[in-house]
């Protein structure tokens, strides 16, 4: 059976990128994205606005971009795939899961948070670029290592 995982999203960060590494040294960065579907209701023709927030995973060098030129506010366009991330919760209320999205590309599309660059700008850096990452069979490349999303 085929299968296909890719989407595109365009939205605003609600708070800056964090950035962490794992045990192995691969610098990973998460921020939540908050992506509005305006809609008129049928029934009565008003117009509402439904916010969606979908947490996105940066791998590597796109990882450490992400964090450096994005932040709160920021309008990104990222391209990747839905994997589901599933973590046992720190106070004893069983297993949390959530669906993100593993970023594959970023367009920054917010003038720059980054330290003296205040130009717009497309992070041009493949989340593969870490040569030291595994490769798995299809040639992509393995997020490398666990990273500790318990505190979330």
Request: proline share 4%; net charge negative; hydrophobic share 30%.
């Amino acid at each position: 059976m085929a299968s296909f995982n890719r989407t595109v999203l365009l939205g605003n960060l609600t708070k800056d990128p964090e950035l962490r590494y794992t045990n192995e040294g691969v610098a990973v960065s998460s921020f939540d994205l908050a992506v509005n579907e305006k809609r008129t209701d049928r029934k009565t023709g008003e117009k509402k606005e439904d916010v969606l927030f979908i947490r996105v995973t940066c791998w590597a060098r796109l990882a450490e971009s992400c964090a450096e030129y994005l932040g709160k506010g920021s309008l990104a366009l990222v391209e990747g795939r839905l994997r589901m991330n599933q973590w046992e919760a720190k106070d004893g209320g069983g297993k949390r899961s959530r669906i993100e999205l593993v970023a594959q590309n970023v367009q920054f599309l917010t003038p720059s948070k980054g330290k003296g660059k205040g130009q717009l700008g497309n992070s041009d850096i493949p989340s593969d670029t870490n040569r030291d990452a595994p490769l798995a069979e299809t040639g992509d490349a393995v997020e490398p290592g666990p990273v500790d999303d318990s505190e979330q």
